[in-house]
């Protein structure tokens, strides 16, 4: 039997898991947003207990926008609150502080003399680069028990999963919530 995901399929299949009409899938669906659920709150959790423990370490949203920089290269300030979903303000505080102390440097931008690109130093390629090391280091800990096709089917299926999702969102986004109560507010969405 093959587990593969193949690229592009997305469930369209008839009897797709939560799809109209398929047999079972309206529990699997419930499964699998329960199970999603917890995941969020654990990683909540796991965050607010790291965050305890590294407090004079460099600050989880700071990481964020200091990541996208490395990755991403330079940039405007407006960019970058686009591409961490935050709003400019915020993101102006982090680079702020970034910039202090010695992450990222503000030059200007070749094509607008007015404007500055955001700039990732070698401070914090080194900082990102240590980040994901130990990052993968914990993940290669707790998956040591998982064989290879596991580990490689996860990863196409969270891939796919948040694909999905983050098509989906705009139509939440659109959606009327009364009776539902408020969607999360950004902070707490992008915290």
């Known amino acids: ?33 329960e199970g999603v659920d917890r995941l969020m709150r654990m990683f909540i959790r796991t965050r607010a207990q790291l965050l305890d423990r590294a407090r004079d370490d460099v600050d989880w949203s700071v990481q964020i926008v200091m990541g996208v920089l490395v990755k991403n290269g330079p940039m405007r300030v407006k960019r970058l609150a686009e591409l961490v979903h935050s709003d400019p303000s915020t993101v102006s505080r982090h680079v702020a502080q970034l910039v202090r102390d010695g992450f990222l440097e503000r030059r200007a931008d070749a094509d607008d003399g007015r404007a500055f690109l955001l700039v990732a130093t070698d401070k914090a390629r080194r900082a990102v ?63």
């Open 1 to 33: 039997m093959d587990d593969s995901v193949p690229e592009g399929d997305h469930g369209s299949s008839p009897g797709a898991s939560g799809g109209p009409g398929a047999s079972g899938g309206d529990e699997t669906v419930r499964q699998l947003a």
């Open 129 to 191: 680069a240590d980040r994901t090391r130990s990052r993968d280091v914990h993940f290669e800990k707790m998956l040591h028990a998982w064989n290879d096709h596991d580990r490689e089917r996860l990863a196409a299926l969270l891939v796919r999963f948040i694909d999905d999702f983050e098509t989906y969102k705009n139509v939440l986004a659109d959606k009327d919530w009364k009776g539902f109560g408020p969607p999360a507010s950004r902070e707490e969405t992008t915290a």
